[in-house]
């Protein structure tokens, strides 16, 4: 590597030393006033309106982003436009979130007095809790850092960098706090593919009773065996009445011609007891956890009344591009 080379990954290096050593100092900063702020959040009827300007305006946007992504209704208002008739767009309802690395934004701080008329609270993250904006709000997160990434400490580095991150703390807090699942994550995503496959359940890509063997328990073995080939899989399930008994596959049919079976023998007398088996409302990367933890390639499928309703096997999942 050049000397001009060197430079450039070195002053790369330093940046993402600094910025990270700075969100990590900021863990003191997460204490029982931030958990007061997040249950206050968690409570909000209204929306919740992030705003700033400049770069901290940028970070207010996707945190307002990511928060409504995540089960927390926001919207991002710019304080310029606010002054403008924005400002209708706040209820006593809502909580606004101030983002100022300085605290002393003009722009913001002429909008505390008619927020404080509308009845909205407001958070202020700010590096400064002495500022005129923490001040005022009704919460205040510190968003300090001791040094930003600019060698001539000058451009927001560091600090935007925590505040993100901050962003992030209070939307992931939200989400556990308010038991948002994956599921709710896919009704916000419809189209996107962002981890799409992830979310799919098991009832969508099985095999339904009709697709695979099923054998009564007084079934002989020849019938099993024939059935299997007919179907065209590895595997027959052994159920009574839909209620499942066992599984009987290749590896059973090994075994049993290991121990002289005798083809008339009634399946019931070889199957496996005691098969793995999923409910079809879970998602299908359940499935693929619960196989590879039991080194097998299929799973019954029941429904919230335990009775079978399918199987799902390692194919199922590779075609479904689940894994």
């Known amino acids: 590597m050049n000397d001009i080379k060197q ?7 330093k940046v993402l030393e600094i910025e990270s050593i700075e969100i990590n100092n900021a863990q003191k900063f997460i204490d029982e006033n931030f958990a007061d702020i997040i ?7 209204g929306r919740i309106i992030l705003s700033g300007m400049g770069k901290s305006g940028h970070i207010a946007g ?4 990511t928060l409504s992504s995540t089960g927390s209704p926001a919207f991002f208002m710019h304080p310029g436009e606010a002054s403008h008739g924005d400002l209708g767009m706040i209820t006593h309802d809502d909580i606004v979130i101030f983002l100022s690395n300085s605290g002393e934004s003009d722009e913001i701080y002429n909008l505390i007095p008619s927020i404080k008329r509308i009845g909205a609270s407001i958070v202020a993250i700010t590096s400064n809790e002495k500022s005129e904006i923490a001040k005022y709000a009704d919460h205040h997160i510190s968003s300090k850092v001791s040094t930003e990434a600019c ?3 000058l451009a927001p580095t560091a600090s935007s960098a925590l505040m993100l991150a901050i962003g992030d ?3 992931i807090s939200l989400l556990q706090l308010k038991g948002f699942t994956a599921e709710d994550f896919l009704k916000s995503h419809p189209g996107g593919a962002l981890g799409k496959n992830k979310f799919i359940k098991i009832k969508e890509v099985m095999r ?4 695979v063997p099923v054998v009564n328990p007084g079934d002989s073995l020849k019938q099993t065996i024939k059935l299997i080939t007919e179907k065209k899989v590895g595997y ?3 159920a009574d009445k839909l209620k499942y008994l066992g599984i009987f596959t290749d590896g059973d049919l090994r075994r049993s011609i290991l121990q002289e079976a005798s083809i008339s023998d009634e399946i019931s007398k070889w199957m496996s007891t005691n098969p793995f088996f999923i409910n079809e409302h879970n998602l299908a990367t359940s499935a693929a956890e619960l196989m590879e933890k039991n080194k097998i390639s299929s799973l ?4 919230n009344r335990d009775n079978l309703v399918g199987v799902i096997n390692f194919q199922d999942l590779l075609i479904n591009k689940v894994i």
């Open 7 to 13: 430079i450039i990954t070195d002053s790369a290096k």
């Open 39 to 45: 249950i206050k959040l968690s409570e909000c009827s």
């Open 62 to 65: 996707k945190i307002a982003s």
């Open 151 to 153: 060698p001539l400490g």
């Open 169 to 171: 703390a209070i939307a």
């Open 208 to 211: 339904s009773v009709n697709e």
């Open 236 to 238: 027959a399930v052994v």
């Open 300 to 303: 019954v499928v029941v429904d």
